[in-house]
């Protein structure tokens, strides 16, 4: 009888463990929450994405919205924030005016297309004039903060809530 318990524990403690070392039904192990705050020559960033690359390469990204200046991070479920490591950062707002689009409208009777057919035209094809409005967009920071590999930003996120992450980026 003794036996069967020793067993038993032995096959129930690393299962246990196993189940509490995980972080959620997403299979990733656990997230720490990260926030903070994004400026831009010292004033709030108002809006714009940040994204957490991992530095090796290897894992998870993370990523969030920047609004009002404020950030906190994603990797699977909303605000979960990201696993423990070293990032590289990058941060990306641009101002895209769907409203200056051209869709380039070709007319089978020809001339140019009147304002109601562009109106049209654009509720048709909302994912074309969204393409075409980002495509265009013009950034509100330096380019070079767009991309982890060229923005210089970099951050490393620990076991715990990692409040206060923030970034101040200059021309």
């Given at each position: 009888?003794?036996?069967k318990t ?16 995980c972080g ?148």
């Open positions: 009888m003794m036996g020793v067993v038993s524990l032995l096959v129930a403690v690393p299962v246990a463990a196993a189940v509490v070392g959620d039904s997403s299979g990733l192990a656990r997230r720490y929450p990260v926030s903070g705050t994004v400026t831009y020559n010292g004033k709030p960033l108002q809006r714009g994405t940040i994204s957490f690359a991992p530095a090796d390469g290897k894992g998870r990204a993370a990523g969030g919205t920047i609004t009002d200046g404020r950030y906190s991070l994603t990797t699977h479920d909303p605000d979960d924030g990201a696993l423990p490591g070293k990032y590289k950062v990058g941060i990306l707002a641009k101002e895209a005016d769907s409203s200056k689009v051209d869709l380039k409208i070709k007319k089978l009777r020809g001339g140019p297309a009147t304002e109601a057919e562009k109106k049209a035209m654009a509720a048709v094809y909302p994912q074309k004039v969204a393409a075409r409005a980002a495509a265009t967009a013009k950034n509100l920071i330096p380019a070079r903060y767009s991309s982890p590999e060229t923005s210089g930003l970099a951050v490393e996120v620990k076991e715990q809530s990692n409040t206060g992450v923030d970034f101040e980026l200059k021309d």
